[in-house]
């Protein structure tokens, strides 16, 4: 019934930036964490970005801290992922997902539902 549909991605050189959006149909969005998952070619899928219910708490990754922005618009139904100064090994299928409020942020198995993807390629 929750379904997620991720956007933005595509090609950027080194440093450069993009913004990608997940809107949320079929549920209610101001009741779910809202994170953002990646998974490269060959390797698993990493945490990269959450943020709370309420929005008043964000999480990242080590390797995104200071790049990476995660936001919400409640009255949008929709979460974003703001990417700036981009490297090469940001090149990933990024998800986003949802969650139940109160289960854990940072972990793919406390997430609900799942967006397709979106393909974000970094160039050299």
């Known amino acids: 019934q929750v379904q997620l549909v991720e956007s933005g991605g595509g090609l950027v050189q080194a440093g450069g930036s993009l913004r990608l959006s997940c809107a949320a149909s079929g549920g209610t969005f101001s009741s779910y964490g809202m994170g953002w998952f990646r998974q490269a070619p060959g390797k698993e899928r990493e945490f990269v970005a959450a943020?709370?219910?309420?929005?008043?708490?964000?999480y990242y990754t080590d390797s995104v801290k200071g790049r990476f922005t995660i936001s919400r618009d409640n009255a949008k139904n929709t979460v974003y992922l703001q990417m700036n100064s981009l490297k090469p090994e940001d090149t990933a299928v990024y998800y986003c997902?949802?969650?139940?409020?109160?289960?854990?942020?940072?972990?793919?198995?406390?997430?609900?539902?799942w967006g397709q993807g979106t393909q974000v390629t970094v160039s050299s």
């Open positions: 997902a949802a969650q139940f409020g109160g289960r854990r942020l940072g972990h793919a198995g406390d997430y609900a539902y």
């Open positions: 943020i709370s219910v309420s929005g008043g708490n964000t």
